[in-house]
């Protein structure tokens, strides 16, 4: 069933299309989140030109960011990875990134923890988000998940959005559908 989404009410969020995800060289590099470069861009472009708002997150880790930490720790888990200032954090260069639009810098997989997106959105009066980028199992099921326990409606953009595995991918939109937001087509996701 489309999701149409307010215009005047509605943000597409682009999670961490970034280097180091997104290109051969990146170090968590992921064909399948290359592939839907193209995909993100159709996405934005539609809904910049209904008038909604454009959220792009940058997931961005400082050098020292867990040293000392007591249980979470990236770098532990993926390797060092989006070093603060690298090329790999670098947003990738296909997306149009637009002085109105917001550009999340966060240091987790949710991009609502410690950062200024919630309070942005709402300053926009803003309720729906259709969620788009990579890696649908991480960041964005976390920041999916984030936006609907804060009452906004993430409708996930299942072509739009990339993945390690397909498998990955499956399960984190069927966790997405069933328990806190909508999975559509991207041509399913409408602006009005």
């Known amino acids: 069933m489309p999701a149409t989404l307010d215009s005047e009410r509605a943000a597409v969020v682009v999670v961490d299309m970034q280097n ?64 603060e200032g690298s090329w790999e954090a670098e947003l990738v260069a296909e997306l149009d990134v637009r002085e109105a639009d917001l550009v999340v810098e966060k240091h987790t997989y949710n991009a609502f923890h410690a950062t200024e997106l919630d309070g942005w959105l709402t300053a926009r009066g803003v309720d729906d988000l259709a969620v788009c980028g990579t890696l649908a199992n991480v960041c964005v099921l976390h920041t999916a ?48």
Do not use: M
């Open 145 to 192: 998940g984030a936006a609907g326990l804060r009452d906004y409606r993430p409708v996930l953009a299942e072509d739009a959005i990339g993945a390690i595995e397909d498998d990955h991918k499956a399960y984190a939109l069927e966790h997405a559908d069933w328990l806190f937001g909508e999975v559509e087509q991207r041509a399913d996701v409408t602006f009005a």
């Open 20 to 83: 180091g995800f997104c290109k051969p060289d990146g170090s968590l590099y992921a064909p399948g989140s290359e592939a839907v470069i193209d995909p993100v861009v159709d996405l934005v472009a539609r809904a910049r030109d209904a008038g909604a708002q454009v959220v792009y997150t940058r997931d961005v880790h400082p050098p020292g960011q867990f040293d000392g930490n007591h249980y979470y720790d990236e770098f532990e888990r993926w390797g060092e990875h989006v070093v």
